[in-house]
């Protein structure tokens, strides 16, 4: 029996299982409109940040668009603001060779270029071997340490899993988890904006959309069998709490958002979440790094931790019974 074994009996806890980390929004530049493609085709964007995202068993990022090389967007009209995305196909490579392995395509953005877009997003990241989820009904599997993943990707759409729909995703969760040994929920919803950092109880609606009841989805989820939930949407970091032993990180940030979006203050502020697991799947251990975009959405480890800072101060604000606890060098516990 080995030494770490015998001092998580102690502790009460089990021994680490799987470790996952996890970012949110990534969108490495879009072909539409012209111009906002990084320089070098985006090949070295994520070098500065790629160590931290290789460093685990698994990793998870949020997909902010597709990935498709044509198509128009309905979004687009003559003489409009056209806030569509559309990121070429090769840029997955780039996507896995900087240690990502699980995407959701379940947010405001997937659909920007239509069904067919999607079904070209969805071949470029299998040729990448990167498991997605976000259509409806949609389950992406992955075995890890001989472990069976589930990965199951939500937002505030019929046209993927739906926030909205709480019995729906709960079914389809309690089923991912009767076949997997580990379940990771992803949904994109909420508010957004620097005025959006706060969980709220009840629906959140932002320019007339019902962006989601997120604690009441993200507690019945759990219920329903995952094990740790991932969220991201409003653009800027939220709480993260523990609920039934399981991990919940309302809003990851903008992680790497090139050319397209405002990337001010908190805006501009993420984290990479580490996540250790026991083999229940609860939560045994984590911490938060901290990163930050410079420029036009080049993202880099930031040596100032305000990234761990937010989510401490957030979480004591949101949750002060449940939230967890971010110590000064970002090691997260329970309260």
Request: aromatic share 6%; net charge neutral; with cysteine.
């Amino acid at each position: 029996m080995s030494s770490l074994f015998v001092v998580a009996l102690l502790l009460g806890q089990a021994e680490p299982t799987l470790r996952l980390r996890a970012v949110g929004d990534v969108m490495l530049g879009t072909a539409v409109p012209e111009g906002v493609l990084p320089p070098d085709d985006g090949a070295h964007l994520l070098d500065a940040v790629a160590p931290l995202l290789r460093d685990a068993d698994v990793t998870f990022a949020n997909l902010e668009g597709p990935l498709c090389d044509s198509g128009t967007s309905a979004k687009c009209r003559k003489g409009g603001n056209c806030f569509a995305f559309r990121s070429p196909t090769r840029y997955a490579a780039y996507l896995k060779g900087a240690g990502i392995d699980l995407g959701s395509t379940a947010n405001n953005h997937s659909g920007d270029f239509g069904e067919a877009c999607r079904r070209e997003t969805e071949a470029a990241l299998d040729a990448q071997g990167i498991v997605w989820s976000g259509p409806p009904g949609s389950v992406g599997t992955l075995t890890v340490k001989g472990k069976r993943l589930a990965l199951v990707a939500f937002h505030t759409s019929g046209a993927t899993n739906d926030v909205n729909d709480l019995a729906a995703a709960k079914a389809l969760v309690a089923k991912a988890a009767a076949t997997h040994d580990l379940v990771i929920v992803s949904f994109h919803g909420g508010a957004e904006g620097l005025g959006a950092d706060r969980v709220r109880d009840g629906a959140e609606r932002y320019l007339g959309e019902n962006r989601g009841d997120l604690k009441a989805f993200a507690r019945g989820v759990i219920d329903a069998g995952a094990d740790v939930v991932l969220g991201h949407g409003p653009h800027v970091l939220r709480a993260m709490e523990l609920y039934q032993g399981r991990l919940i990180a309302y809003s990851l940030g903008n992680f790497a958002t090139y050319g397209r979006f405002s990337l001010g203050g908190a805006l501009g502020v993420s984290v990479v979440l580490e996540v250790e697991l026991a083999d229940d799947g609860r939560f045994v251990k984590g911490r938060v790094l901290s990163t930050k975009q410079e420029g036009k959405g080049v993202p880099m480890p930031d040596e100032r931790g305000r990234g761990q800072k937010t989510i401490a101060a957030l979480s004591a604000r949101d949750f002060p019974k449940s939230g967890v606890r971010v110590s000064d060098d970002g090691q997260l516990s329970a309260p």
